[in-house]
């Protein structure tokens, strides 16, 4: 399984886009990129995934340049709500695998 | 209302005595997991199924046992609990999307051991 690398903390303020950084130089042609974000106390909740280039819904973006070893998650305009653990997870398109979490990106947002 | 319910949401136990962490999902899922967290070690998955009857270990099974006899639940077996399972625990389903494997948390069970 690929690893992952990401910054371990990051600060913002609120009305600012954030970008998290992945890098996952080992990933494979089968392997997908996921993001998840984590509260205090709580279980990890899905954000977004992405194969190749960028992917978008209601809450985040996804960039993966065209050689797939890094992706991007971008938040547009944190509030103090984004405050939280982020993280890269690199997977082969079928389940069951065992995913590494690793340990994230702790996002300070600040007023 | 689709989740993940695992239960205790806390419990503490002493060393040794045995304890099952229960888990259970409502969406149908054919894939459930087990993690643990600990403090600068983000999550570690300690086991996974990916279907009834079918486990697998995850990065640290030591200690732990799982079972899969019906396709909702997947309890979480400690045998002989030691201090150093104490851990926050997640359990979690998911399936196979369109892109991948999406997986949906439980809210956690703290366990401590002493």
């Known amino acids: 399984l690929a690893k992952t690398t990401q910054p371990i903390s990051m600060d913002s303020y609120e009305g600012q886009e954030v970008n998290i950084t992945c890098s996952h130089n080992?990933?494979?042609?089968?392997?997908?990129i996921t993001w998840y974000q984590q509260f205090p106390s709580q279980g990890p909740r899905f954000i977004i995934q992405?194969?190749?280039t960028k992917v978008t819904n209601e809450v985040a973006s996804l960039f993966i340049p065209a050689d797939r070893k890094s992706s991007t998650l971008s938040l547009p305009r944190v509030s103090l709500s984004d405050t939280a653990v982020y993280y890269c997870l690199v997977g082969a398109k079928q389940a069951g695998t065992a995913l590494i979490f690793g340990k994230g990106t702790t996002l300070s947002v600040s007023s | 209302e689709a989740q993940v319910t695992q239960n205790p949401r806390y419990l503490i136990t002493v060393t040794g005595k045995k304890l099952t962490v229960t888990c259970s999902q409502n969406?149908?899922?054919?894939?459930m997991s087990w993690y643990r967290q600990d403090p600068g070690l983000g999550l570690r998955q300690i086991y996974y199924s990916m279907n009834v009857e079918v486990t697998d270990k995850g990065d640290v099974p030591e200690g732990y046992k799982v079972s899969r006899k019906e396709k909702r639940n997947f309890p979480l077996i400690l045998e002989s609990p030691s201090p150093n399972q104490t851990s926050l625990y997640f359990c979690?389903?998911?399936?196979?999307?369109?892109?991948?494997?999406?997986?949906?948390f439980g809210s956690g069970t703290q366990l401590s051991v002493l």
């Open positions: 992405g194969y190749k």
């Open positions: 969406m149908n899922h054919e894939y």
């Open positions: 080992n990933i494979a042609t089968n392997d997908y």
């Open positions: 979690a389903s998911s399936f196979l999307g369109q892109g991948g494997e999406k997986l949906f």
